[in-house]
């Protein structure tokens, strides 16, 4: 019944900028916690950055000052805009949602879209 459905990734030159969106259905929208997650072939997966319902956000520290992340309860939407961005930040990204720990540093995430790419040329 939940579907998380993300957007927005594409190519991009280092020192650019992408806003990707992760768009929700279903019965339990709004969540109490959502996130994003990024994950390079052969690595572990990363939490990039995570948003409660009532509104504290955490990233990783890889990221902080370079992205942000909103979300929209009319829209049942959050998004994530990535500025800065570097080709260390090459990676596909998830959206995913419902984790009593709402924390990049873990948790587990409940549903989960399907990714979208992102790539940052040098």
């Known amino acids: 019944q939940v579907r998380l459905v993300e957007s927005g990734g594409g190519s991009v030159q280092t020192g650019g900028s992408l806003r990707l969106s992760c768009s929700a259905s279903?019965?339990?929208?709004?969540?109490?916690?959502m996130a994003w997650f990024r994950q390079v072939p052969g690595k572990e997966r990363e939490g990039v950055a995570a948003i409660h319902r009532n509104g504290t956000t955490n990233f990783a520290d890889s990221v902080k000052g370079r992205f942000t992340i909103s979300k929209d309860n009319a829209k049942n939407r959050v998004d994530l805009q990535m500025n800065i961005l570097r080709p260390e930040d090459t990676a596909v990204y998830f959206c995913?949602?419902?984790?009593?720990?709402?924390?990049?540093?873990?948790?587990?995430?409940?549903?989960w879209g399907q990714g979208t790419q992102v790539t940052v040329s040098s």
């Open positions: 995913a949602a419902e984790s009593a720990y709402c924390s990049v540093k873990g948790g587990l995430f409940i549903y």
């Open positions: 279903g019965d339990t929208y709004p969540f109490y916690c």
